[in-house]
């Protein structure tokens, strides 16, 4: 830990806090103790060039929870035992050592300043704190050669089935590139992110800036194999997508939130898991009732708990895979219960009807605002997910079950809709207008005014 106390008025971050983001630090201090500051010691820092989103990141604002707070992007955090750790809304984990305790008075307000070893977001100089001694400590005694577990292969994402943490280091050993990528999703958030009927241009907007980094960073490294490109091109979009998350999907939620109560209402139209397997065509008489759906049904409803369409599709997938697990299991214990003679036929149908109960089980909330989210990033990009792209279309076409029980009213535009896409069935303008949404015309304008041309 430092030896000496940080002069928190010569700190680089606090004096561009200041100076440069005025009106949100009179806020910020006139809320008194509800606000905690953040501030990244001056040692860790690599320049004062920072962006608005690396402000609010580290301007938190107190939870209902002792010791749980928000910061001005709507990510929680958690200040436990002389540490700060990154939790709900962040892309990678971080824990940060704090190594001084202010009190400050400003704008009428006293509020708490917590001086950390290393930001929570971003490149950092690593400083030499009673964490990271521990940690040399711990890797010296285990025989860890030299460099292992260098400061960069801490910054990496939460790793998704099968990825890497390489592609981080790749983003974080390119200040430049990485400064650039933020710096233009900062100014992008800003134009028609929430204009409604934009949203596939929004789709492709952001699939634009994480193609023009990826090219960067693949020259930047001279990389030349396909794969490490794909692995950078997933992690680069998945940290782009989770600085937009609080303005995408809370407007995925508003522009879907009257499709959303008619599923609600086609789901709630079942009394009972029987009235719903006795409307499900070719369900009955098939023993789907019996099948134990608690491990699928957790994983859809931890979608709730994610912020990026990738992590999403990685649940539905683990949900579609413990949902054939499931089923096997359950033929298996059939088999051994009866007269064994012969196989337990499981149709795909099958697997479908399940998936529809599991649906109905399920806690999920803003079901298909979800899965306009996973499909702004699925549509026209090559990162699809394997079999995870197989189980989306599962979903999607469960949900689909209980939007065609309420639109018998409907059923004359039925067939010029898809069955499973949220994007062409309520956000795509067709025939000159989307459901509940403005013409083509209309669009144009709201871009122009929103300032589309970047």
């Known amino acids: 830990m430092a030896a000496l106390a940080e002069d928190l008025m010569q700190n680089p971050f606090l004096r561009v806090l200041r100076a440069s983001f005025e009106d949100l630090y009179r806020r910020a201090a006139e809320r008194g103790e509800a606000t905690m500051l953040l501030v990244p010691c001056a040692e860790c820092l690599e320049g004062e060039g920072f962006s608005q989103i690396f402000i609010e990141t580290h301007v938190l604002q107190a939870a209902c929870v002792p010791g749980c707070f928000m910061n001005l992007c709507g990510q929680g955090i958690e200040i436990k035992d002389a540490s700060v750790s990154t939790h709900l809304g962040f892309t990678e984990h971080r824990t940060c050592e704090v190594l001084q305790t202010e009190s400050m008075f ?116 001279q990389l030349i194999q396909p794969t490490h490109r794909k692995q950078l091109e997933l992690h680069v979009s998945r940290n782009t997508y989770a600085v937009l998350h609080s303005f995408v999907f809370p407007h995925l939620q508003r522009i879907l939130s009257g499709p959303e109560e008619r599923l609600e209402r086609g789901v709630r139209s079942y009394a009972t898991v029987a009235d719903l397997l006795g409307a499900i065509p070719g369900a009955q008489g098939r023993g789907l009732g019996l099948v134990d759906l608690t491990g699928c049904c957790e994983q859809l409803a931890e979608i709730d708990h994610k912020i990026t369409p990738h992590e999403k599709i990685a649940c539905i997938d683990e949900a579609h895979s413990v949902l054939q697990r499931c089923i096997a299991e359950g033929a298996k214990v059939a088999a051994i219960g009866g007269s064994g003679s012969g196989a337990i036929e499981i149709t795909g149908d099958d697997v479908l009807s399940l998936f529809i109960l599991a649906a109905y089980k399920s806690s999920l909330q803003h079901r298909l605002a979800h899965i306009a989210h996973v499909e702004m990033y699925l549509q026209g990009s090559d990162a699809q997910f394997q079999e995870g792209g197989y189980a989306v279309s599962a979903l999607q076409a469960a949900l689909q079950f209980f939007l065609e029980e309420r639109r018998h009213a409907d059923a004359a535009q039925a067939h010029t809709r898809s069955t499973t896409n949220i994007f062409a069935s309520y956000l795509q303008p067709a025939g000159g207008g989307s459901v509940g949404g403005p013409t083509i015309d209309e669009s144009d304008a709201d871009l122009d005014r929103a300032g589309m041309h970047l």
């Open 106 to 221: 400003d704008f009428g307000g006293t509020f708490r300043v917590l001086v950390i070893d290393r930001p929570l977001i971003g490149r950092y100089r690593t400083v030499q704190s009673a964490i990271d001694r521990a940690q040399a400590a711990g890797k010296a005694k285990s025989g860890a050669g030299p460099g292992a577990g260098s400061g960069a292969a801490g910054m990496g994402l939460p790793a998704l089935p099968g990825h890497s943490d390489q592609p981080a280091e790749w983003l974080n050993s390119a200040p430049a590139i990485q400064d650039a990528l933020f710096d233009e999703v900062d100014r992008f958030r800003k134009t028609f992110v929430q204009v409604p009927g934009c949203e596939q241009s929004t789709a492709e907007r952001i699939r634009e800036i994480v193609d023009d980094a990826v090219k960067k960073l693949v020259k930047h490294h």
